[in-house]
């Protein structure tokens, strides 16, 4: 099973900042291993930054296209993130999903296209509080991964992350529990155990997407189906992300 921490910055910092920022991280990863760690950096910077990245940092797009080359103005293609040296891209993010129409079949295009062009799909995937409190979770979830994930020939999916995101413990002042995360991450091991069997499912990293921080980061990454997590706020800072990190049992020092 891998583990993994992945960083997303969303729409911050400038590109001397992003520098700057794996400058402040380089020696940090040279001593410690154990945790594939991944960083999600605005687009102007990929193709600067990925061939810069110190050794044990791979770094991700925020999106990619649904589309291949052609007249898609403001779009940029699988093919283009491999050539700059990018690893993959966060597809689904409760974001995108929200704010820019990223439906379901959208988002399957786009794990699609990473696929294809053989770079790592981070699949987010995760229920609002109406959602929640309607007792539709599971269901939502379920919709989301079958049309993005679970569809994947087995021979692909090798190159699939998928993070569960609370999209209703997300800048709402309620929290996640580590219980109620395991629950979602436990459901979530199953249905993949069901599309591709147990060791298959053991491989493919589930990761927690929800408010995740130095302070708690240990507790969520001790729960027997969360493998790691996508952090968003307290990646933007080395120090933090770090500390987020070494709250993973299985970082080697």
């Known amino acids: ?11 911050n910092k400038l590109l001397n900042d992003a520098r700057a920022w794996m400058d402040g ?27 810069e990245a110190p050794e044990g940092l791979h770094v991700l797009a925020q999106n990619v296209s649904a589309e291949g080359f052609g007249a898609h103005t403001g779009e940029y293609t699988a093919e283009m993130l491999q050539s ?20 379901d079949a959208v988002v399957a295009a786009k794990v699609d296209a990473l696929l294809a062009a053989d770079l790592t799909a981070v699949f987010c995937c995760g229920e609002t509080l109406q959602e929640r409190e309607s007792g539709r979770a599971e269901d939502v979830v379920l919709q989301q991964l079958q049309t993005g994930v679970l569809r994947i020939p087995v021979d692909q999916i090798g190159n ?17 529990t580590s219980a109620q995360a395991q629950d979602m991450h436990a459901s979530i091991r199953g249905w993949l155990t069901e599309a591709f069997g147990a060791e298959v499912a053991e491989s493919i990293p589930v990761l927690y997407g929800g ?43």
């Open 25 to 51: 991280m380089s020696s940090w990863l040279a001593k410690n291993g154990g945790v594939d760690v991944m960083v999600a950096m605005p687009a102007p910077y990929l193709a600067a930054c990925a061939p």
């Open 160 to 176: 699939v992350i998928v993070a569960y995101e609370p999209v209703w413990a997300i800048g709402t002042g309620v929290t996640a």
């Open 211 to 253: 408010s995740c921080k130095p302070s708690n980061a240990a507790d969520l990454f001790s729960q027997k189906d969360i493998n790691g997590g996508l952090i968003g706020g307290a990646s933007l800072k080395p120090e933090d992300f770090q500390g987020v990190i070494e709250g993973h049992p299985a970082l080697n020092r």
């Open 1 to 11: 099973m891998r583990n993994v921490v992945a960083g997303n910055w969303k729409s």
């Open 84 to 103: 700059c040296g990018v690893a993959g891209a966060i597809v689904g993010h409760s974001e995108r999903r929200a704010r820019f129409g990223d439906v």
